[in-house]
């Protein structure tokens, strides 16, 4: 008896700990560090002397009314559609403005917003593309609304946090004529169970078994507090979901995000997905390892998709 007493009490302390662990996951997955800008004037000389384009400060309110801001820039080249590039997990615009220059060079517009709870955008919780697909939808109707003709394209370019949030609004908006995306995960069911079992060194086996507990009481809490599911996220459900062609960047030698999400993704809608797995690339290194064929791929993705995607976009009546 002595000893089920311990192992009851044991098992006790081990739920206890759990709940702690699981508010404690919570709380940092929402509450996320903002980074502030710093380089705005030295992108914006570069913009001017480049491409003899001003960097607008322009903004959104979104569905909740959080407002949403982002920089958007329009070289004396530009030939009438335009690329959102958003930014990875706890970053701002200035993280993927370098990316803008691939673009600008070939007379795209470039949209660079701070994704909600990051940069300069409102929000106080970050969702992992829950609200955030829906502020891309937003973003996108700006853009035809005040910057781009109907018979233009959009495209969508991100990496890490920023790519799962491009795969998910392809669930909700359907004018993208193509996206390319870098290192995104395929749901976030997965991507938890890895998470909680980081700090341990462990696999992705614990997050499945011991550290379910913990996982249930992040969702649990989350819910309660927030109104928010920690789970829903699915990159992989708005694939399957949507026929815009999508480009998958995966780095090889990437440890933050595994390259199994980038093949459990293409496996899911090989008709208009494609696969490239970068060698010797970590986490969201693919343009450093193969500079030009990055920039050539994702180049020739969005030109392949062109006509197409607008003659389908014409006889759906989007």
């Given at each position: 008896?002595?000893?089920?007493?311990?192992?009851?009490?044991?098992?006790?302390?081990?739920?206890?700990?759990?709940?702690?662990?699981?508010?404690?996951?919570?709380?940092?997955?929402?509450?996320?560090?903002?980074?502030?800008?710093?380089?705005?004037?030295?992108?914006?000389?570069?913009?001017?002397?480049?491409?003899?384009?001003?960097?607008?400060?322009?903004?959104i309110?979104?569905?909740?009314?959080?407002?949403?801001?982002?920089?958007?820039?329009?070289?004396?080249?530009?030939?009438?559609?335009?690329?959102?590039?958003?930014?990875?997990?706890?970053?701002?615009?200035?993280?993927?403005?370098?990316?803008?220059?691939?673009?600008?060079?070939?007379?795209?517009?470039?949209?660079?917003?701070?994704?909600?709870?990051?940069?300069?955008?409102?929000?106080?919780?970050?969702?992992?593309?829950?609200?955030?697909?829906?502020?891309?939808?937003?973003?996108?109707?700006?853009?035809?609304?005040n910057k781009?003709?109907?018979?233009?394209?959009?495209?969508?370019?991100?990496?890490?946090?920023?790519?799962?949030?491009?795969?998910?609004?392809?669930?909700?908006?359907?004018?993208?004529?193509?996206?390319?995306?870098?290192?995104?995960?395929?749901?976030?069911?997965?991507?938890?169970?890895?998470?909680?079992?980081?700090?341990?060194?462990?696999?992705?086996?614990?997050?499945?078994t011991?550290?379910?507990?913990a996982?249930d009481?992040?969702?649990?809490?989350?819910?309660?507090?927030?109104?928010?599911?920690?789970?829903?996220?699915?990159?992989?459900?708005?694939?399957?979901?949507?026929?815009?062609?999508?480009?998958?960047?995966?780095?090889?030698?990437?440890?933050?995000?595994?390259?199994?999400h980038?093949?459990v993704?293409?496996?899911?809608a090989?008709?208009?997905?494609?696969?490239?797995?970068?060698?010797?690339?970590?986490?969201?290194m693919?343009?450093?390892?193969?500079?030009?064929?990055f920039?050539?791929?994702?180049?020739?993705?969005?030109?392949?998709?062109?006509?197409?995607?607008?003659?389908?976009?014409?006889?759906?009546?989007?």
């Amino acid at each position: 008896m002595k000893l089920v007493h311990k192992l009851l009490v044991a098992l006790g302390v081990y739920l206890a700990l759990s709940v702690v662990a699981g508010i404690v996951i919570s709380e940092a997955s929402l509450h996320l560090r903002r980074l502030p800008l710093r380089h705005q004037q030295q992108f914006a000389a570069l913009m001017h002397e480049r491409y003899g384009a001003e960097l607008d400060d322009v903004q959104i309110q979104a569905a909740d009314g959080v407002v949403l801001k982002a920089w958007y820039v329009q070289p004396t080249s530009f030939k009438g559609s335009a690329v959102v590039l958003t930014h990875g997990i706890t970053d701002n615009r200035e993280g993927v403005a370098g990316y803008g220059k691939i673009f600008l060079d070939q007379g795209y517009a470039v949209l660079l917003p701070d994704a909600r709870a990051h940069g300069q955008s409102g929000g106080d919780i970050a969702t992992y593309g829950i609200r955030e697909a829906g502020d891309l939808h937003r973003w996108i109707s700006w853009l035809y609304t005040n910057k781009l003709s109907a018979s233009e394209c959009v495209y969508g370019f991100g990496e890490s946090y920023g790519a799962a949030v491009v795969l998910q609004s392809l669930a909700v908006e359907r004018r993208y004529c193509a996206v390319a995306v870098e290192d995104s995960f395929s749901s976030a069911r997965a991507i938890s169970y890895e998470r909680i079992s980081g700090p341990l060194h462990l696999g992705a086996w614990f997050g499945r078994t011991l550290g379910l507990p913990a996982l249930d009481s992040a969702l649990i809490y989350s819910r309660l507090r927030y109104g928010v599911d920690l789970l829903k996220p699915s990159p992989l459900y708005a694939i399957e979901h949507s026929s815009v062609p999508v480009l998958l960047i995966q780095g090889v030698e990437d440890r933050s995000i595994r390259p199994y999400h980038g093949k459990v993704l293409a496996a899911a809608a090989p008709n208009h997905v494609r696969l490239w797995m970068v060698p010797n690339a970590g986490h969201t290194m693919a343009w450093s390892a193969a500079h030009h064929e990055f920039e050539t791929r994702v180049l020739q993705w969005f030109a392949e998709h062109r006509g197409k995607s607008l003659e389908l976009r014409s006889v759906s009546g989007q």
